[in-house]
Nanobody
Framework: QVQLVESGGGLVQAGGSLRLSCAAS????????MGWYRQAPGKQRELVVT????????NYADSVKGRFTISRDNAKNTVYLQMNSLKPEDTAVYYC????????????????WGQGTQVTVSS
């Protein structure tokens, strides 16, 4: 019905940068919000950042403020995460999320997830 495909993960040294992409496809009329979450080994999944697709309002985790930037392309149902000044503690699997996906003007579904992309930051 709705698929999220992430790309852009990899291995980088501390202080480096990576850019993640997440494209939503399928039966989509509109999407209220998209975002990125991450899960490090042995830890719970945590919010990184969310963005309201219509207005662009964002919500960043304190740990990434000033280093990570989310952007969107509404026409492509795609969000990007520019990650700068990466730290070893940013190492995790990063998951893309789409919240409140409208498949018709009157029908919506909550919480679609991507398959995850590994980000590893070496010290």
């Amino acid at each position: 019905q709705v698929q999220l495909v992430e790309s852009g993960g990899g291995l980088v040294q501390a202080g480096g940068s990576l850019r993640l992409s997440c494209a939503a496809s399928g039966s989509i009329f509109s999407i209220n919000a998209m975002g990125w979450y991450r899960q490090a080994p042995g830890k719970q999944r945590e919010l990184v950042v969310t963005i309201i697709m219509s207005g662009g309002n964002t919500n960043y985790a304190d740990s990434v403020k000033g280093r990570f930037t989310i952007s969107r392309d509404n026409a492509k149902n795609t969000v990007y995460l520019q990650m700068n000044s990466l730290k070893p503690e940013d190492t995790a699997v990063y998951y893309c999320n789409a919240a409140r996906v409208w498949t018709t003007p009157t029908t919506w579904w909550n919480d679609f997830w991507g398959q995850g992309t590994q980000v590893t930051v070496s010290s």
